[in-house]
Each structure stands twice: as C-alpha cells, then as structure tokens.
Nanobody
Framework: QVQLVESGGGLVQAGGSLRLSCAAS????????MGWFRQGPGKEREFVAG????????DYADSVKGRFTISRDNAKNTVYLQMNSLKPEDTAIYYC?????????????????WGKGTLVTVSS
C-alpha cells in the first residue's frame, strides 16, 4: 500500500508560479513511476506530467510543456511539480498518483494509488 498526500495548492495570479509537493509513504517509493494529473471544472481528469523511478525520464502534456517541471527526491519520498507561467486554464484540482511500473514517456494510465488532490486556482 502507498499513501500519497499533495500540498502546495492555492490561489495565484496569471503568470505566477506555484510548486506542488506529493509526499509518499512506502518502502518501494523509489521504484514507482510518479505522475501528476488534474481535473478542471466540468472536465475529465487529465494527465499532466510523469517521471520514472530514477528521475531519468520525464514527460508532459502538451498543454504544460515548457511551463511545468516534474521532479522527485527519493530520499524524501517526495515528488514535485513546479508550475510557472500559470494560466487561468490551469485551474484544477491536482492529483498525485503512482504506479509500480517503468516509464518511458507519454501519458500515464492505469495508476495504482492516488492522493486526494490539492486545488490550484489561477486568477486573471
């Protein structure tokens, strides 16, 4: 079992930055692929970013490429999402998730564990 707890959400102005954190429990955290997803108002949950267990492979949804950066600190069992140049359309609940699988890029699917989410609101 893995437990994930997101933090760092809040209200920011368009063009601003925010860093989300996801703290994970579990002895095998470093071997799990980690990802960030989001669900905006009236929308389906969508993939945002993924990172391999080693941190050597990262990938992003087209909508956030060049603005968001995913990283992980396995010593702290934590994955981060640095969000820059935020836009109102980034407003969503952001979820951290993990899967016990390898990752070679692209949208993540079939995640095994999910956090409860943290709300990010971007005002214009």
């Amino acid at each position: 079992q893995v437990q994930l707890v997101e933090s760092g959400g809040g209200l920011v102005q368009a063009g601003g930055s925010l860093r989300l954190s996801c703290a994970a429990s579990g002895r095998t955290f470093s071997t799990y692929t980690m990802g960030w997803f989001r669900q905006g108002p009236g929308k389906e949950r969508e993939f945002v970013a993924g990172i391999s267990w080693s941190g050597g492979k990262n990938d992003y949804a087209d909508s956030v490429k060049g603005r968001f950066t995913i990283s992980r600190d396995n010593a702290k069992n934590t994955v981060y999402l640095q969000m820059n140049s935020l836009k109102p359309e980034d407003t969503a609940i952001y979820y951290c998730a993990t899967a016990r699988t390898s990752y070679s890029g692209g949208p993540l699917r079939g995640m095994d564990y999910w956090g409860k989410g943290t709300l990010v609101t971007v005002s214009s």
